[in-house]
């Protein structure tokens, strides 16, 4: 498991617990990855706060721990790898850290992917940073196509080894996009990306639609204000967000010890292509630890476009079209 924020009360403590003991009891070998909480001041995303206890508690039950250092660069993964190697492997992966927070009151997505392929390739990504814990070193590793049982197409891309891959097959997807785009996204500052949507949203002839977290949006705003080289990406996302009428979640602003209810998913729809993973579509989660799963296939796709039409509903967004 590798996990950016770690952070369990109550309930959900006690279930994820008696998982992980159980496990251990029955001879699975438990290896547990967090990002070593810090206090630096950055907005997005928001610092972790590492339930120390409860890390000790898995300690002492068995699990394997290692911290890794969060500074200058984030251990921002949020996946978990059962049984790489088997019939059994599967993948669980998304927005989603563990926090009651995560599991309650911010908008979040996961999936589960059974592959085998898909399953070794994240093993892989997971056993590098469990030996070499340095974040910038990471994720070097190129994952080609392959097939599910049912004969959707999934691609891994990791961070930072191939942000530069990622945010320009993203770049290339919205580009070149002939139906949809939907995005979902804390924030939007990847250049690549932006730049990219302004021009699409620029030229009317896609349905573009979205939702992003507002209080985050301005945070990064103000930032870029200060410094010259950024006032296009200010002009190219209020070209976007007042083209296409985005939702934006008013969240509570980070504080320690606040209430967590950001806009968190992470999810980029273009026709039939699905991006989804721990990356915000943002700069600093270039140099991240991240993970993104490619996913070609309508079906998901559709469900996918109906989740963010729906949560952009909410945040003042275009209304969900009747089917």
């Given at each position: 498991?590798?996990?950016?924020d770690?952070?369990?009360e109550?309930?959900?403590s ?11 009891k ?12 810090h206090?630096?001041?950055?907005p997005?995303?928001?610092?972790p706060e ?6 000790d ?16 660069d ?9 049984d ?11 927005s ?5 927070d995560?599991?309650n009151?911010?908008?979040?997505v ?5 592959s085998?392929d ?5 093993a892989?990504n997971?056993?590098?940073?469990w ?6 070193i ?6 080609p196509w392959?097939?599910l ?10 961070c930072p ?5 990622l945010?320009?097959a993203m ?5 070149s996009?002939?139906k949809?785009?939907?995005?979902c996204?804390?924030?939007?500052t ?11 949203t ?7 639609a ?9 945070e990064v705003q ?7 080289g ?15 009428r ?15 209810d950001?806009?968190?998913a ?20 270039e140099?991240?630890?991240e993970?993104v ?11 996918c476009?109906a ?5 952009a ?11």
């Amino acid at each position: 498991m590798a996990i950016y924020d770690l952070r369990l009360e109550a309930s959900p403590s006690a279930t994820v617990f008696n998982s992980f003991q159980a496990a251990v009891k029955r001879g699975v070998a438990v290896r547990l990855m967090f990002n070593q909480d810090h206090a630096q001041a950055i907005p997005v995303p928001p610092p972790p706060e590492i339930d120390w206890a409860f890390v000790d508690q898995l300690r002492a039950a068995g699990v394997q721990i290692k911290p890794v250092p969060g500074v200058p660069d984030l251990m921002h993964h949020k996946y978990v790898v059962r049984d790489a190697g088997s019939a059994e492997a599967a993948l669980l992966t998304g927005s989603t850290n563990w926090t009651n927070d995560s599991w309650n009151r911010e908008e979040n997505v996961m999936f589960t992917i059974a592959s085998g392929d898909v399953a070794a390739d994240f093993a892989a990504n997971f056993e590098g940073l469990w030996e070499k814990p340095i974040v910038a070193i990471s994720g070097r590793m190129s994952s080609p196509w392959s097939s599910l049982a049912d004969g959707t197409r999934v691609r891994p891309y990791f961070c930072p080894g191939r942000s530069l891959k990622l945010v320009h097959a993203m770049s290339r997807s919205i580009a070149s996009a002939e139906k949809r785009i939907r995005i979902c996204s804390p924030v939007i500052t990847s250049g690549p990306i932006l730049g990219t949507l302004a021009e699409v949203t620029a030229q009317h002839k896609v349905d573009i639609a979205g939702v992003y977290d507002a209080t985050q949006m301005d945070e990064v705003q103000h930032q870029w204000a200060s410094q010259g080289g950024a006032a296009w990406k200010i002009a190219a996302f209020h070209s976007i967000t007042t083209a296409v009428r985005f939702g934006g979640k008013r969240s509570t602003p980070y504080a320690k010890g606040s209430v967590h209810d950001f806009m968190h998913a992470k999810i980029l729809v273009a026709d039939d292509y699905v991006y989804a993973g721990s990356f915000n579509l943002s700069h600093s989660g270039e140099s991240n630890a991240e993970n993104v799963i490619q996913i070609e296939s309508a079906e998901v796709a559709d469900l996918c476009a109906a989740y963010i039409d729906t949560v952009a509903a909410r945040y003042g967004g275009a209304p969900v079209r009747a089917a």
